[in-house]
């Protein structure tokens, strides 16, 4: 009874956003005017509440209409940290007026975001951060140093944590701003991975200003508010979300797609195609046809650990499944986040080590620009190669970012086994007086 009472629910969303694309879609608008026309009507985040640009939809529900649009062949939803991160803390956290302010634009794709949390001195142990925030007026002036900051150099606005209150305990004094990255005081230096793309950046702060009601979650709650952040950040990571699932078309005033012609990132493929793109995320199936294809799916040993990677995706699904159902039913399984983090880790080492033993020694090849990948294709006779290899160097990221492996072991013994914490002095000593690095 249920299950058809749900299947006819699942039908008519499906059905419903059908109706709506066929009544909708350009591909003739630009960016900007179909991801304002999609995101004020609710599908670009169903899941989030019909009073905040949503539909009040489960999340297997959001799904379903995410795979609605992508096989009715319309742009989806802008991707990035805004949709991600941003737009569901600040919907969690923020106050009425800071909704209205914010989200209008982050589920339309008009402005990008960032996330400024990591520094020098503070990855792991993110709260010891050192970047501080002194009130001056009605605004707050920022000083200090942010590293390996995703798509800073795109940003308009980013999610910062900064020191408010250095006389209280490390993880007290922060607070959680929203900080305009266009002004003198900001500081976006690219930094070049052994990809060789620049996907992340060095980000300065010096004397920049941000608004005292920009602050989410009140002033020196940050550690709180950044906790959902890194939930939503893990969660959405370990179903397969992440810098790699990023849209074809990139929201924000800086990359320049918001004028362009949205049905031209749906029929090329996008700009991002070209040989380029990382099989990070693949499922076993395309490995399995990479190796059949290349001669290797009768070896017995490879075998095998395609066969691996394909139960670690199938465990990894149920999980997710799991997690849903728990979810719908008003109940949380705790750690679940965290082990699909690093099941996802798992599966990105795994895949990196399965498509290198597929290519064989061309593997030691990499080329960086789009026509040295073309010519390193036609040579090995290899399509796919390019994607193999960048795949292989990208692989170290995934396990580091949101969270290294070791911090999601540790959160899973602490939190969710109740092993005995870390021997910490730090918890309570105000964060001034603690020892610091450099
Ligand atoms: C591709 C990529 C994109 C990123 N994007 C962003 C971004 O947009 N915004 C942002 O703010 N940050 C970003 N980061 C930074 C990321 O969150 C940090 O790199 C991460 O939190 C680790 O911090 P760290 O690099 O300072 O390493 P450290 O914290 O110095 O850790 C070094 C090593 O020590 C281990 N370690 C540290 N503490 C413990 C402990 N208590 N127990 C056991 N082992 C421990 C770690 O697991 C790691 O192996 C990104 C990183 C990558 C790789």
New binding site residues.
């Given amino acids: 009874m249920t299950d058809t009472a749900d299947r006819t629910t699942t039908n008519d969303v499906v059905a419903d956003v059908k109706d709506w694309l066929a009544d909708n879609w350009d591909p003739d608008l630009t960016v900007a005017d179909w991801w304002e026309r999609l995101g004020t009507s609710g599908w670009a985040v169903p899941t989030w509440p019909s009073a905040w640009f949503g539909r009040d939809l489960s999340r297997s529900d959001g799904v379903r209409v995410q795979q609605a649009i992508a096989d009715f062949g319309a742009l989806p939803a802008p991707g990035g940290?805004g949709l991600m991160l941003a737009g569901p803390t600040i919907a969690f956290h923020g106050t009425d007026e800071q909704r209205e302010r914010y989200l209008r634009d982050i589920v339309t794709g008009q402005k990008a975001w960032?996330?400024?949390?990591?520094?020098?001195?503070?990855?792991?142990?993110?709260a010891g951060l050192q970047t501080k925030a002194v009130k001056d007026g009605e605004e707050w002036i920022v000083n200090g140093q942010?590293?390996?900051?995703?798509?800073?150099q795109v940003a308009d606005l980013a999610m910062l944590i900064a020191r408010t209150d250095p006389d209280q305990p490390k993880h007290a004094g922060i607070t959680y701003f929203v900080i305009d990255m266009h002004q003198p005081g900001v500081d976006v230096r690219p930094l070049r991975?052994m990809t060789g793309r620049a996907?992340?950046n060095e980000v300065f702060l010096s004397d920049a200003r941000v608004r005292d009601d920009s602050a989410i979650g009140g002033l020196n709650n940050g550690w709180r508010v950044a906790n959902t952040t890194l939930m939503f950040e893990r969660s959405s990571l370990g179903a397969g979300g992440g810098?790699a699932a990023a849209s074809l078309a990139s929201p924000g005033t800086v990359a320049g797609d918001l004028p362009r012609r949205a049905g031209d990132f749906v029929a090329s493929g996008g700009r991002r195609g070209g040989g380029g793109g990382t099989l990070f995320g693949a499922s076993a199936k395309g490995l399995i046809q990479l190796a059949k294809g290349n001669g290797k799916a009768s070896e017995p040993a490879l075998r095998q650990k395609l066969v691996e990677l394909h139960t670690i995706g199938e465990l990894a699904r149920f999980n997710n499944l799991r997690l849903k159902a728990a979810m719908a039913a008003g109940k949380d399984i705790p750690g679940l986040p965290n082990i699909a983090k690093l099941s996802m880790s798992q599966t990105v080492r795994l895949s990196r080590d399965l498509g290198l033993e597929i290519a064989g020694g061309y593997g030691m090849l990499h080329a960086y620009s789009p026509e040295d990948r073309e010519a390193l294709d036609d040579a090995t006779g290899m399509p796919f190669l390019s994607g193999i290899t960048e795949m292989a160097l990208?692989a170290?990221?995934?396990p580091?970012?949101?969270?290294?492996?070791?911090?999601q072991?540790?959160i899973i013994g602490e939190r969710v086994l109740g092993l005995p914490k870390?021997p910490g002095f730090d918890k309570n000593m105000p964060f001034k007086d603690l020892p610091k690095n450099g």
């Fill in positions: 940290l960032c996330q400024l949390f990591s520094e020098p001195n503070a990855g792991s142990d993110l942010k590293v390996w900051t995703s798509g800073g991975e996907l992340f810098s990208f170290q990221g995934p580091i970012y949101g969270g290294t492996d070791q911090v072991r540790n870390e």
